[in-house]
């Protein structure tokens, strides 16, 4: 398996005007979380859990990076979908044809600028499932 450089991570969002954004050049973390629920349906007297398979799946992207308010950038685009729905695409290697690609309808749930005297401002937001699923494909 090859290995890669998180440097070449794409981030497309689509803006409230449905236009996909790329918010890769001011983004310097990103957590692609997935899981699947599992419910235990253990009774008594049983020795070890037992979990019944095939729950429900879910999903979260979390961004994080350097917060512009210039028109057309990170705050204009995150606080215009923020509770909206929106199309998230993610590529940890990057969007070069062929290179893994997760894509899906999801809800800005959380959007949040931080800012300390000694740093610079930046931003977070938190992307979840809204409906569907996901789909893993490669850029083309």
Do not use: H
């Not at 037992?50 to 028109?71: H, N, Q």
């Not at 990057?94 to 809800?107: D, L, R, W």
Request: glycine residues 10%; aromatic residues 8%.
């Amino acid at each position: 398996m090859a290995k890669i450089s998180a440097r070449n991570v794409s981030l497309g969002i689509d803006d409230s005007a449905a236009a996909c954004q790329s918010i890769s050049g001011r983004s310097n973390t990103a957590t692609m979380s997935f899981s699947a629920e599992a419910p235990d349906v253990s009774a008594f007297g049983t020795t070890y859990r037992e979990r019944v398979p095939d729950g429900l799946k879910d999903w979260e992207l979390s961004v994080s990076g350097l917060w512009d308010g210039v028109a057309s950038q990170i705050d204009s685009i995150l606080f215009g979908i923020l509770g909206a729905s929106t199309r998230v695409a993610y590529g940890p290697a990057g969007s070069t044809s062929g290179c893994t690609k997760y894509e899906a309808s999801a809800v800005c749930n959380d959007y949040s600028v931080e800012g300390s005297v000694e740093g610079a401002v930046t931003f977070s937001a938190i992307f979840a499932a809204r409906s569907g699923s996901m789909t893993r494909t490669t850029w083309t």
